[in-house]
């Protein structure tokens, strides 16, 4: 078991004391190839931010003394102007700083994100830094300013590093945070480190807590409340005061839209439940069908010029092709020929010749929409094909949350979760890549030169084979769904 509590440790007790508890305990998951990728991308810019001060010292172990003596020692001396990666310990409390400057006789302390400078998600950041402030505070560190690092919309490939951030000061909200940190950490502290785990109490933490269905609330049920599709956090409040998590106990003065009671009666009854109306929603569809999927590729730092940080490129494109319900289906695809470049050009030309004038296009969420309204709006020239493009989309998600549930959704109508309901024959787990944030990952290192000559191909391959995957899993869904609408009673023949 672990000794220390890291500011991850004590983020995660804010979102519930427990998950905290188990985390000491057993350890935090290991990061996916995805999760490293973006790790990887926080290191460079944190590193890029340090070139902003001149002449600071990074913090490390040296000369048998521990970053957190090291870092003692520079904040006691007058040579180094600021400190990277500044480390203090107090009780079972660590904290690093990626920035420390002077400010007067105390120390501006500035933590460097990957967000943009006009993040919805600031009040996360200011907690992130409130918890850094209150351990430095705790060491005895005067810190009289907090400032996060943030990223600049107006940055475009290739400026300078000064015009990469936006140094926002958030002084006034850290205070009053790390305030409440300050009060809240003794305890905090006795309840992780005790031997009896918290008592859990459900909250929407549950969702992505590894030890839900294993050891914690869902432990022994069938199914649970937080399966209901888009419960409201307000009713979510409710079934925690009340106590229920089993959704055999769900109350029936709960108010629920027709997707959540067709949900929890499939999950009451333990089979599907196929409305009536499915058929009218699948003859809207209309002959030959092309099932299209889009792969993107999007950095912290932008790829290719002319382009913003975070900035979605999209890179590749699979659409099976079918000229009827009985037809063979044929398959077109599309790869960035060259990574190094931006090709978004010569792939709509190539997705406006291969999607045709006719028939519907048939995507799984709105993505594919956004994407291609992006293309409009960025080859003006090509807007009229492309705005005929997304008069022909039809959202075979949609269609299927309001008229089929599957208890093994579990909640979600993310194709990953309605495939192997579905059509369980169709499984990604042999593939390489197995989702979207991999293939990200894979196509920026190649467009990096990280992985290239036989890396490359390879990669060229299962990038393909993924997507393919994608569009074939659709047009198997669309069979299943054909076949569930022809089973209804008033279905027409
Ligand atoms: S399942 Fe919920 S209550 Fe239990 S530890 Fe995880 S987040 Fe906390």
């Given at each position: ?105 105390g120390w501006h302390v ?30 005895a560190v005067q810190i ?12 475009r490939f290739g400026d ?334």
């Amino acid at each position: 078991m672990k000794e220390t509590i890291s500011k991850q440790d004590w983020l995660t007790a804010q979102r519930c004391l427990g998950m905290a508890w188990y985390g000491l305990r057993t350890g935090y998951e290991a990061p996916s190839e995805a999760e490293l990728f973006r790790m990887l991308q926080g290191q460079e810019i944190g590193s890029l931010a340090r070139q902003l001060y001149p002449g600071g010292t990074l913090v490390s172990k040296a000369n048998g003394r521990s970053a957190v003596e090291v870092t003692q020692d520079l904040l006691a001396g007058t040579a180094t102007p600021a400190l990277f990666e500044a480390t203090a310990e107090v009780g079972p409390f660590v904290a690093k700083a990626d920035i420390l400057t002077r400010d007067g006789v105390g120390w501006h302390v500035i933590e460097v994100k990957s967000s943009f400078s006009d993040t919805k998600s600031i009040s996360e950041l200011v907690d992130d830094l409130a918890y850094t402030v209150m351990i430095f505070r705790r060491a005895a560190v005067q810190i009289s300013k907090a400032s996060l690092a943030l990223l600049s919309r107006t940055y475009r490939f290739g400026d300078s590093t000064e015009r990469l951030f936006d140094i926002v000061d958030r002084t006034d909200e850290v205070n009053e945070r790390a305030q409440e940190f300050d009060e809240q950490a003794d305890d905090v502290a006795r309840i992780l480190f005790d031997q009896t785990q918290p008592v859990p109490k459900l909250v929407s933490a549950c969702r992505d807590c590894p030890t839900y269905e294993g050891e914690c609330l869902a432990s022994g049920l069938s199914h649970t409340v937080l399966e209901i599709p888009s419960l409201h956090h307000t009713k979510l409040k409710r079934l925690s005061q009340e106590g229920v998590v089993n959704i055999s106990e769900l109350p029936t003065d709960l108010k629920l839209n027709p997707t959540q009671q067709r949900a929890v009666g499939a999950m009451l009854s333990g089979s599907a439940i196929v409305e009536p109306a499915l058929s009218a929603a699948l003859q809207k569809i209309e002959w030959p069908c092309h099932y299209l999927d889009f792969e993107t590729v999007a950095t912290v730092l932008p790829l290719y010029p002319t382009l913003g940080c975070h900035r979605q490129v999209v890179t590749q494109f699979s659409i099976h092709h079918r000229g009827s319900i009985d037809a063979e289906p044929s398959h077109s695809e599309y790869l960035a020929s060259d990574p190094k470049e931006n090709c978004e050009r010569e792939l709509t030309e190539a997705l406006i010749e291969k999607l045709g004038k006719r028939g519907s296009i048939i995507v799984y969420t709105k993505f594919e929409e956004k994407r291609i309204e992006a293309l409009r709006d960025a080859f003006p020239d090509l807007a009229d094909y492309l705005q005929s493009i997304v008069a022909r989309l039809l959202d075979l998600e949609k269609i299927i949350e309001g008229n089929v549930y599957h208890p093994e959704f579990r909640g979600s109508f993310s194709i990953k979760k309605v495939l192997p309901a579905l059509v369980p024959e169709l499984s990604y787990a042999e593939l390489s890549v197995r989702d979207g944030d991999t293939a990200i990952a894979r196509f920026a290192r190649m467009a990096k030169g990280e992985i290239s000559g036989d890396g490359a191909e390879t990669t060229r391959r299962q990038l393909l084979k993924y997507c393919e995957m994608d569009t074939y899993a659709m047009l198997k869904l669309h069979e299943t769904l054909l076949r569930l609408a022809a089973r209804q009673p008033d279905a027409e023949t």
